[in-house]
């Protein structure tokens, strides 16, 4: 395993951020090392401030002493970097559709889950029935495989399964069960929380909740 010292490994964070727990996983999967660095994201700190300066965002990944950005592209840099344990396929069309389904959690579910939580009456209504067809669509590609790409523990996974701490948020704001809705999809979530890399990157849902709470006080949204 390299050390953190060897191979100047500092990731900036936030510990219930998706993004962040990305991340985490994949370094974790390839039994990397590293410094990680709490950020506060309402006072940010002088080293986030400069190795983000185009976002000002978490996660940041500095591998010696030069900063990579944006979740999806961080676990990309991982697995090239490191090629034990490859997230992505080697079949370029496998690489291309795991790709596409990485950013579809990026763009449907987080913005879904996120609308589920700050919205009202009518509008949190068909945000749910939104949230609803988006997760059957990604149960309709997982099917019934063990994980999105087949056997093998990988990039899709990585992507969508911190999303899945926040299900029971999504549930409690949008009044249905997910895994009524979902029973794959749900039992895909449980078999990647047997994995270390994930059960131990991932907080509690009903921690992730309290926070989703302190927020809407935050937001004046209660």
Same mark, same amino acid.
């Given at each position: ?5 060897? #191979?100047?490994?500092? *990731?900036?964070?936030?510990w ?5 727990? +990305? ?9 990397? %090392? ?6 506060? /994201?309402?006072?940010?700190?002088? /080293?986030?401030?400069?190795m983000?300066? !185009?976002?000002?965002? !978490?996660?940041? *990944? @500095?591998?010696?002493?030069?900063? @990579? $950005?944006?979740?999806? @592209?961080?676990?990309?840099y991982i ?8 997230? *992505?396929?080697? %079949?370029? =069309? ?6 596409f389904w990485?950013?579809?959690? %990026?763009?449907?579910?987080y913005?879904c889950?996120t609308?589920l ?6 509008? +949190?209504?068909? %945000? +749910?029935?939104?949230? !609803?067809? @988006?997760?059957?669509? /990604? ?7 063990? =994980?999105?790409g087949?056997?093998?523990f ?12 926040w299900?029971?948020? =999504?549930? !409690? $704001?949008?009044n249905?069960?997910i895994?009524?809705? $979902? ?11 047997? +994995?270390?890399s ?5 907080? #509690? ?8 709470g ?9």
């Amino acid at each position: 395993m390299a050390t953190a010292a060897e #191979d100047g490994m500092v *990731l900036l964070d936030f510990w219930v951020s998706p993004f962040g727990q +990305r991340c985490r996983i994949a370094l974790a999967e390839k039994g990397v %090392d590293y410094e990680y660095k709490e950020e506060n /994201l309402s006072d940010k700190s002088p /080293l986030l401030l400069k190795m983000n300066p !185009i976002h000002k965002k !978490i996660p940041v *990944l @500095i591998h010696h002493g030069k900063p @990579i $950005c944006e979740s999806l @592209i961080i676990v990309q840099y991982i697995d090239e970097i490191w090629s034990n344990n490859p997230l *992505l396929p080697s %079949d370029p =069309y496998e690489r291309a559709k795991a790709r596409f389904w990485a950013d579809f959690v %990026d763009k449907k579910v987080y913005e879904c889950g996120t609308r589920l939580w700050k919205l009202k009456g009518e509008a +949190r209504e068909e %945000d +749910r029935k939104d949230m !609803i067809k @988006i997760l059957k669509l /990604l149960e309709g590609e997982l099917g019934d495989k063990k =994980y999105f790409g087949g056997e093998t523990f990988g990039f899709v996974d990585v992507a969508l399964v911190p999303f899945t701490a926040w299900f029971h948020t =999504y549930e !409690i $704001c949008g009044n249905f069960s997910i895994e009524k809705e $979902c029973p794959k999809l749900v039992a895909w979530a449980k078999r990647c929380m047997e +994995r270390e890399s994930v059960s131990k990157s991932l907080h #509690d849902s009903h921690k992730v909740h309290e926070f989703v709470g302190y927020l809407k006080r935050l937001f004046g949204l209660e």
